[in-house]
């Protein structure tokens, strides 16, 4: 994980077959770029790169889902740079409702996390 506190943005690059120990690990590093970025974890972005990443089995997809339910981290506007239709939709299951999209490239997910949201349009 990269860090940059100057903008509060997390990059995540993350590949291959997860076990359930790895999933506990990326937790406890979030938690720790948590801290370095600075602000409350609504005021942070981050960038998830799992283009390289492998399909998971189930029960690694419900760790995913329970570190990215954790409420601490659910307002942290995340976008995920993802390579494979197969792959984005085991990813679209994992972060439900919350607010995150899947772009193709680092770029587009870097534009989306740092767009303003428009309150006359949002309503």
């Given at each position: 994980?990269?860090v940059?506190?100057?903008?509060?943005?997390?990059?995540?690059k993350?590949?291959?077959?997860?076990?359930?120990?790895?999933?506990?690990?990326?937790?406890?590093?979030?938690?720790?770029a948590?801290?370095?970025?600075?602000?409350?974890?609504?005021?942070?972005r981050?960038?998830?790169?799992?283009?390289?990443?492998?399909?998971?089995?189930q029960d690694v997809?419900?760790?995913?889902?329970?570190?990215?339910?954790?409420?601490?981290?659910?307002?942290?506007?995340?976008?995920?740079?993802?390579?494979?239709?197969?792959?984005?939709?085991?990813?679209?299951?994992?972060?439900?409702?919350?607010?995150?999209?899947?772009?193709?490239?680092?770029?587009?997910?870097?534009?989306?996390?740092?767009?303003?949201?428009?309150?006359?349009?949002?309503?």
């Amino acid at each position: 994980m990269d860090v940059d506190p100057a903008r509060r943005l997390i990059k995540v690059k993350m590949g291959g077959f997860f076990s359930l120990d790895d999933v506990a690990g990326y937790h406890d590093a979030v938690h720790r770029a948590t801290a370095r970025a600075g602000g409350l974890p609504s005021q942070q972005r981050m960038i998830c790169d799992i283009s390289d990443m492998r399909i998971q089995t189930q029960d690694v997809v419900d760790a995913f889902r329970r570190v990215m339910g954790d409420p601490k981290y659910r307002q942290r506007k995340v976008g995920f740079v993802v390579a494979s239709s197969l792959a984005r939709m085991q990813l679209l299951r994992v972060i439900g409702s919350r607010n995150a999209q899947c772009f193709a490239t680092e770029a587009e997910a870097e534009d989306w996390v740092f767009q303003v949201e428009d309150s006359a349009s949002a309503a």
